[in-house]
Antibody
Framework: QVHLVESGGGLVKPGGSLRLSCAAS????????MSWIRQTPGKGLEWVSH????????FYADSVKGRFTISRDNAKNSLYLQMNSLRVEDTAVYYC???????????WGQGTLVTVSS | EIVMTQSPTTLSVSPGERATLSCRAS??????LAWYQQKPGQAPRLLIY???TRATGIPARFSGSGSGAEFTLTISSLQSEDFAIYYC??????????FGQGTKLEIK
């Protein structure tokens, strides 16, 4: 069964850092592109970042470019999101999702809550 | 960036009836559109991709249609478990992938 489980969320002060992890099981991670997507009550669903199967190519939303870094360790079946210089507006539930070759997302993890507040 | 607009924001329908949800893009999508269902406390679940292809395990009462920049998700004969929020997403031109703001389907 294909399964994604995020971890690493929590409360952090503005300007702080956090690293999210996503553990994949039930499929070979190296066969798939992956993305991070976040959700807030105010802005809804917002795609954050994408990484190619080998990790050589990455893309970011303008809102996080230069502050967030996506990476992966296929040997550990894991995806990561390093978030630096966090802002209040980065507060959201962060989901990892399998990216079906530059298209739709299936499946999604259960999400991890990141709260940026002083 | 392609802007996705869903309507209505909230749709009230009785169980057993048909629901029709709309999604409009700011430009043509070449059918590169997906639909998701989200229930409270859960992650979004893929329903439809390629504008009209049901994902694995999705019941036949869910159907997608449309072309160009106008798309529709139809749920025939609503079941209790179908009341949720529905989102559309375009993947024709990216980055960024973009989502609609959602339609909440509630029980009438």
């Amino acid at each position: 069964q294909v399964h994604l489980v995020e971890s690493g969320g929590g409360l952090v002060k503005p300007g702080g850092s956090l690293r999210l992890s996503c553990a994949a099981s039930g499929f070979t991670l190296s066969d798939y592109y992956m993305s991070w997507i976040r959700q807030t009550p105010g802005k809804g669903l917002e795609w954050v970042s994408h990484i190619s199967r080998g990790g050589a190519t990455t893309f970011y939303a303008d809102s996080v470019k230069g502050r967030f870094t996506i990476s992966r360790d296929n040997a550990k079946n894991s995806l990561y999101l390093q978030m630096n210089s966090l802002r209040v507006e980065d507060t959201a539930v962060y989901y990892c999702a399998r990216d079906q070759s530059y298209s739709w997302f299936d499946p999604w993890g259960q999400g991890t809550l990141v709260t940026v507040s002083s | 960036e392609i802007v996705m607009t869903q309507s209505p924001t909230t749709l009230s329908v009785s169980p057993g009836e048909r629901a029709t949800l709309s999604c409009r893009a700011s430009q043509s999508l070449n059918n590169n559109l997906a639909w998701y269902q989200q229930k409270p406390g859960q992650a979004p679940r893929l329903l439809i991709y390629g504008a009209s292809t049901r994902a694995t395990g999705i019941p036949a009462r869910f159907s997608g249609s449309g072309s160009g920049a106008e798309f529709t998700l139809t749920i025939s004969s609503l079941q209790s478990e179908d009341f949720a929020i529905y989102y559309c997403q375009q993947y024709n031109i990216w980055p960024p992938y973009t989502f609609g703001q959602g339609t909440k389907l509630e029980i009438k």
